[in-house]
């Protein structure tokens, strides 16, 4: 049992922010037991940590972000999607058929994620399954719940990204036999999206799907290239969902769509129907997309929603960011097509950052009893003129914040030290 004291700041539910100013959490076995403002007598022998002017908040959890391009970030951002893909993204993912270059490149993203408080993340690796097997290992090692892909891609890009359908079927099936037991960071179907993506290798991805009980990750409806991709590709599909609907991608394990910025009813019903998650990357859709998710539209239609930091179509890794970054753009989509979109509230953009997508990672995402305690304290963003209240200090902390503001950090209830 370990007792903390801070402020405490979680989403109670998605319009609303829970606050515990100068408040007891008691964690045991790795899950919250309860808070309480004065600290019941029976605990009075246990040790405080405590953290002072300190907001412990929960972790974030990252539903859509592209490892390989870690080394991308914040480059060749005047690209749109066709292009980027083509000149900056492609050449950088070839090069992790070196997988002594992925160690490199991996180190370096597992520990910056960290740093930035994420905490659990749907990732996705290259074609590469050597290097994607390192991620996904390094990644379980640190304790990161979540999920890694090997990515499929058999058509529309350069020479030494495209696999042959069977091998690239095959190499899957292994990564999903070394992996699928895992407790941490699990194996996860990732067929890049349609533009590259045979049917054959689909079809074949669905068997695999039913055999092993494995979701699946993809881009969806990401763009109006890609959409009428999607369409001229696969003009049996009403929509870019029911491509992976027709191959039994959708009922096997969680299924989470990047972007979902130009969703047909058809692809919102299909979605629905199996709950699965649409992901808004908001500095990706600024930066390369060129489309603003109807997140407000989609929330009151009861659609799961998380966020995705997209590195490096994105540029920053921390998902804090893109909470606000999520809040803004929504106003941005309310303001030039008002009958599209509603403004969403900052608590709504927490809450889906953290909570919404915590139940992806099982039981996390919150620091309601009965939570597993995946936590972060920040601290710094007051002013000696004007004290925050806590949640204005979690606000801020997503606009201004930097992972300097991160004092410390819980995963499983255990402190992380290194
Ligand atoms: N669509 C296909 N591949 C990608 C990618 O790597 N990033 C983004 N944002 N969109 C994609
Ligand atoms: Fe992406």
Known sequence: MQIIHADIVYSEDREHLASHPDSYIAVENGRVKGIWAVLPEEYANIPVTDYKTGVLIPAFSDLHVHAPQYLNRGLEMDLLLADWLDKCTFPMEARYADTEFAKLAYDAFVDDMIANGTMHACVYGTIHSEATSYLLERMDRKGIKGFVGKVNMDRSAQEDLLEDTARS?????????????????????????????????????????????????????????????????????????????????????????????????????????????????????????????????????????????????????????????????????????????????????????????GQLFGGTGSLEPGSVFDALVIDGLSDAARKLLPEQTVERFCYIGTKHNIKARYLNGAKITD
Request: aromatic residues 8%; hydrophobic residues 35%.
């Open 169 to 357: 079927i095959r190499e899957t099936e292994e990564f999903l036999e070394k992996y699928s037991s895992n407790c941490n960071t699990k194996p996860i179907l990732t067929p890049r999206f349609a533009p590259t993506c045979t049917r054959e290798l689909i079809n074949g991805l669905g068997i695999l799907g039913k055999k092993y009980n494995v979701g699946m990750q993809t881009h969806l409806v990401e763009s109006m290239w890609e959409a009428e991709q999607a369409r001229s590709l696969f003009p049996e599909c009403s929509c870019d969902t029911e491509i992976y609907e027709r191959a039994g991608l959708m009922d096997n394990g969680p299924v989470i769509g990047g972007h979902f910025i130009f969703p047909s009813e058809d692809d919102i019903r299909i979605m629905q129907k199996y709950d699965c998650y649409a992901v808004q990357c908001p500095d990706a859709t600024i930066s390369v997309i060129a489309g603003i998710m109807q997140t407000g539209t989609l929330l009151d239609k009861g659609m799961k929603i998380g966020l995705g930091s997209d590195i490096s179509a994105g540029h920053h890794i921390g998902v804090y960011t893109q909470a606000a970054r999520s809040v803004q753009l929504s106003k941005l989509k309310n303001f030039y097509e008002p009958e599209d979109n509603r403004k969403i509230t900052f608590p709504e953009a927490f809450w889906m950052a953290t909570k919404q997508s």
